[in-house]
């Protein structure tokens, strides 16, 4: 882990931070798996982001919750735990809508492959255990993230061949909030 990282639940006053990780790695993600000529699906994944940030510091949205990394004053990263998308539920036929997913993992490029996502989700699942969450999802159609994802949880729950185009699989996971 990096030194003087620091993990907390977002407040208004990291929202613009967050947000820009979100206009930094969002198009950084797309680029790498090709897609950057997206554009349109770029700003409205952005657009999404930014909405849920808002929406989780209204507590009448529980179970959303925002986590931030924060360096040297400045948010890195983020990750997401709130009810069930609708690319899960579309994918799975409504099985996992009771199930909560992680999701909003976004770290910037140079501080990835640092330990800073697997500190998110350490500290989110160790939220959601004392909330008594015992199970979450988290899905990915970006290839680069599938294989994190695949050495961390394993094979995953569903396998959508050719959801986002010709070769752009989406995967769904279902995991235990404590192995």
Not at 47 to 55: D, E, P, V
Request: hydrophobic share 35%; glycine share 10%; net charge neutral.
């Amino acid at each position: 882990m990096i030194n003087g990282l620091v993990i907390s639940i977002l407040t208004q006053a990291e929202i613009r931070g967050a947000s820009l990780v979100f206009e930094t790695t969002i198009p950084d993600a797309f680029n790498n798996e090709g897609l950057g000529h997206r554009q349109e699906d770029i700003h409205r994944e952005i657009a999404h982001k930014k909405q849920l940030l808002k929406s989780s510091l209204d507590k009448s949205n529980y179970p959303l919750c925002f986590m931030i990394a924060i360096l040297n004053g400045t948010v890195i990263g983020t990750i997401s735990f709130g009810s069930c998308g609708e690319d899960i539920k579309k994918c799975t036929e409504n099985q996992l809508n009771d199930i909560g997913e992680l999701g909003s993992l976004f770290i910037l490029p140079p501080y990835q492959g640092q330990g800073v996502g697997s500190e998110l989700i350490n500290t989110m699942l160790k939220h959601l255990s004392k909330q008594g969450i015992e199970w979450f999802c988290l899905d990915s159609g970006y290839k680069n993230a599938q294989k994190r994802w695949l050495r961390k949880f394993g094979e995953p729950h569903k396998v959508v061949k050719d959801y986002w185009g010709s070769n752009y699989d989406h995967m769904i996971w279902l995991c235990r909030v404590k192995p």
